[in-house]
T-cell receptor, first 117, second 113 residues
Framework: DTEVTQTPKHLVMGMTNKKSLKCEQH?????MYWYKQKAKKPPELMFV???????INESVPSRFSPECPNSSLLNLHLHALQPEDSALYLC????????????????FGEGSWLTVV | SQQGEEDPQALSIQEGENATMNCSYK?????LQWYRQNSGRGLVHLILIRSNEREKHSGRLRVTLDTSKKSSSLLITASRAADTASYFC?????????????FGRGTQLTVWP
């Protein structure tokens, strides 16, 4: 089973709403990632969790708040977003921290399409 | 920046033809991975090639890596309409263990039936 599951698949939210994106993997992976992808662009790294601890925050605005409740789950809490935050949000995981540097394949979920109105 | 660049940015071919996509990167790497992304979907990993490997095959896919030229290629043989997708290469950074992936801009492949 090489599956990363993301919910919801689609989310429309107003600029004053609070919502969350969820990601789950049951592969025993110890590193999990959030990426943001705009149309016709490559994914951009937002956050990396290694052994449930935040190891990379790519200067992401505080209106995005990640959380790793346990080794299988990764959440992205959203609050006071802007229309320009509309994008595909991708979750990924790898067996070990270090990801590709450690020779680990990084597996991606199907993504959550976020529209901010 | 380590960000890779794919070439060409768009490729349009007929079913049955071969498709070749190239990727270049800037700094030393440990590994390189190719991904496929169907429109509006997540990324599917295709092949991971290590810096000490020169070529790797998986079904109709062949990946080559030339670390001296800092480049990789993805060949899809006997293409099918279902191969229509964006293809990205992604590299790590040999100088880092933090797990960053550096993506190229991607090649949009269209295979016409």
């Amino acid at each position: 089973d090489t599956e990363v599951t993301q919910t919801p698949k689609h989310l429309v939210m107003g600029m004053t709403n609070k919502k969350s994106l969820k990601c789950e993997q049951h592969m025993g992976h110890r590193a999990m990632y959030w990426y943001k992808q705009k149309a016709k662009k490559p994914p951009e790294l937002m956050f990396v969790y290694s052994y449930e601890k935040l190891s990379i925050n790519e200067s992401v605005p505080s209106r995005f708040s990640p959380e790793c409740p346990n080794s299988s789950l990764l959440n992205l809490h959203l609050h006071a977003l802007q229309p320009e935050d509309s994008a595909l949000y991708l979750c990924a995981s790898s067996q070990e921290p270090g990801g590709l540097s450690s020779g680990n394949t990084i597996y991606f979920g199907e993504g959550s399409w976020l529209t901010v109105v | 920046s380590q960000q890779g660049e794919e070439d060409p940015q768009a490729l349009s071919i007929q079913e049955g033809e071969n498709a070749t996509m190239n990727c270049s990167y800037k700094t030393s790497i440990n590994n390189l991975q190719w991904y496929r992304q169907n429109s509006g979907r997540g990324l599917v990993h295709l092949i991971l090639i290590r810096s000490n490997e020169r070529e790797k095959h998986s079904g109709r896919l062949r990946v080559t890596l030339d670390t001296s030229k800092k480049s990789s290629s993805l060949l899809i043989t006997a293409s099918r309409a279902a191969d229509t997708a964006s293809y990205f290469c992604a590299t790590d950074d040999r100088g880092s263990t933090l797990g960053r992936l550096y993506f190229g801009r991607g090649t949009q492949l269209t295979v016409w039936p």
